[in-house]
T-cell receptor, first 115, second 109 residues
Framework: DAGITQSPRHKVTETGTPVTLRCHQT?????MYWYRQDPGHGLRLIHY???????DKGEVSDGYSVSRSKTEDFLLTLESATSSQTSVYFC??????????????FGPGTRLTVL | KNEVEQSPQNLTAQEGEFITINCSYS?????LHWLQQHPGGGIVSLFM???GKKKHGRLIATINIQEKHSSLHITASHPRDSAVYIC???????????FGEGTQLTVNP
């Protein structure tokens, strides 16, 4: 158990509504990541954080924003949800950042459905 | 073409069989990661390796850097091994993990 929780675990929302997903860790790791998982694709990085208030874009960042005001929390926001954002979202943490070896530990996932 | 290709995509085995899942990649890497994802569950890290072989219980992971290939073996497979197994590579240049699409393994009793 890497001490990662995600909330909510399941959410159904309507197109155009804002949605915020929360990732919470108890391990005090510096690096946190948000991925989405879709059929026909491997996990794809949305955004990542390398410290409080330090974030950067991943390969599929359009339509998403993130915030990290505390070490333990990394929030993913869909400002105006679209059906293409229906997915399973995973948060991950690592001790070392992407520039070096990094073994990432994943949260339980959030299944988001946008109608 | 994906930078990380896994084979097979789906695999069905009988309990007790020896299982092999393959991962091929096309980029230079510094490390390769095997992960396990259970139905409805999260993703668990199995191995992180950059050369040779690692063993944990009934699981063995090997990597051949020159051939850009890794295998995950499961000995004496059990129904509880049924899951999706995911390969991910850390590129030497750049700063991201690239994931394969996963191999769905079903082990029947």
């Amino acid at each position: 158990d890497a001490g990662i929780t995600q909330s909510p675990r399941h959410k159904v929302t309507e197109t155009g509504t804002p949605v915020t997903l929360r990732c919470h860790q108890t391990e005090n790791h510096r690096y946190m990541y948000w991925y989405r998982q879709d059929p026909g694709h491997g996990l794809r990085l949305i955004h990542y954080s390398y410290g409080v208030k330090d974030t950067d874009k991943g390969e599929v960042s359009d339509g998403y924003s993130v915030s990290r005001s505390k070490t333990e929390d990394f929030l993913l926001t869909l400002e105006s949800a679209t059906s293409s954002q229906t997915s399973v979202y995973f948060c991950a943490i690592s001790e070392i950042g992407l520039a070096g070896y990094n073994e990432q530990f994943f949260g339980p996932g959030t299944r988001l459905t946008v109608l | 073409k994906n930078e990380v290709e896994q084979s097979p995509q789906n695999l069905t085995a009988q309990e007790g069989e020896f299982i092999t899942i393959n991962c091929s990649y096309s980029v230079g890497i510094s490390a390769l990661h095997w992960l396990q994802q259970h139905p409805g569950g999260g993703i668990v890290s199995l191995f992180m390796l950059s050369s040779g072989k690692k063993k944990h219980g009934r699981l063995i992971a090997t990597i051949n850097i020159q051939e850009k290939h890794s295998s995950l073996h499961i000995t004496a497979s059990h129904p509880r091994d049924s899951a999706v197994y995911i390969c991910a590579v850390k590129e030497t240049s750049g700063s991201r993990l690239t994931f394969g699409e996963g191999t769905q393994l079903t082990v029947n009793p």
